[in-house]
């Protein structure tokens, strides 16, 4: 059977992620969130003191990644374990930041991400989806806002929260993650040439669901 896959790619906290999940809800779609599995290899990284390149390239064929799907919703499990709750503080942002660069984790990861979009419909949202993991997408979207707002986004989302960081402090480490993300060497940040580019900066988020999902609709048509 012929799956549908659409790709979603786009800088951190443009809002792939929670975008992604609404509308794959609303078709039946599986979300697959390809920034946590990076993130995994960050704490992985973190945990074991290997950051470095040469470091993470060493035991990266010792790691195990999978995704398991549990009532629609991604968890994800390194070497076994459900790391899910785990991965989401700055520490990790950046280290997953960091090993996302390093070409044999990328390879790592690509045949899994291939693997789930054979055998599913998906919407995959990373930074190389497009480009790299799903070229041949039934449907490619770059999901972009200025660096402005998604820190603004951001801050309103932590700020309840303790030790939440300054506006300022978010600012500057969304624009550190977009420049290492566009000037990695291999799989940058990019739009490929053949997506629909959607900017949400003065956008809702439910006309930015409404918006993606017409535009998968009129693919599947
Ligand atoms: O989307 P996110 O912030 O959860 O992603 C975490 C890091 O992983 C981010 O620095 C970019 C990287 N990443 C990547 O290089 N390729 C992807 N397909 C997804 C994420």
């Not at 997953?96 to 054979?118: N, W």
């Not at 999901?143 to 300054?166: D, F, I, Q, V, W």
């Amino acid at each position: 059977m012929k799956t549908v896959n659409i790709a979603i790619d786009g800088p951190s906290g443009a809002g792939k992620s929670s975008i992604s999940k609404a509308v794959a809800t609303d078709l039946g779609f599986i979300h697959v969130d390809t920034g946590a599995m990076y993130r995994a290899i960050g704490l992985y990284a973190l945990r074991h003191e290997c950051l470095e390149p040469e470091a993470i390239e060493n035991v990266i064929e010792d790691i195990t990644v999978e995704l398991k799907f549990i009532g629609g919703a991604q968890r994800v499990m390194l070497c076994g374990e459900d790391v899910t709750d785990y991965i989401r503080s700055p520490e990790v942002s950046m280290a997953a930041s960091k090993v996302s660069a390093v070409p044999a984790v990328r390879a790592h990861l690509l045949d899994l991400q291939k693997k789930i979009a054979a055998e599913n419909n998906i919407i995959m949202d990373g930074r190389d989806i497009g480009s790299v993991v799903l070229p041949h997408a039934d449907l490619k979207i770059f999901l972009t806002a200025s660096a402005e707002e998604r820190a603004s986004r951001r801050y309103l989302e932590l700020r309840e929260k303790p030790n939440c960081p300054t506006y300022e402090e978010i600012l500057r480490d969304i624009e550190q993650r977009d420049y290492n993300d566009m000037h990695r060497a291999i799989a940058p940040l990019t739009k490929a040439d053949d997506a629909v580019e959607v900017d949400s900066t003065s956008m809702g988020f439910n006309e930015v669901v409404e918006r993606i999902t017409d535009l998968i609709r009129e693919v599947m048509e």
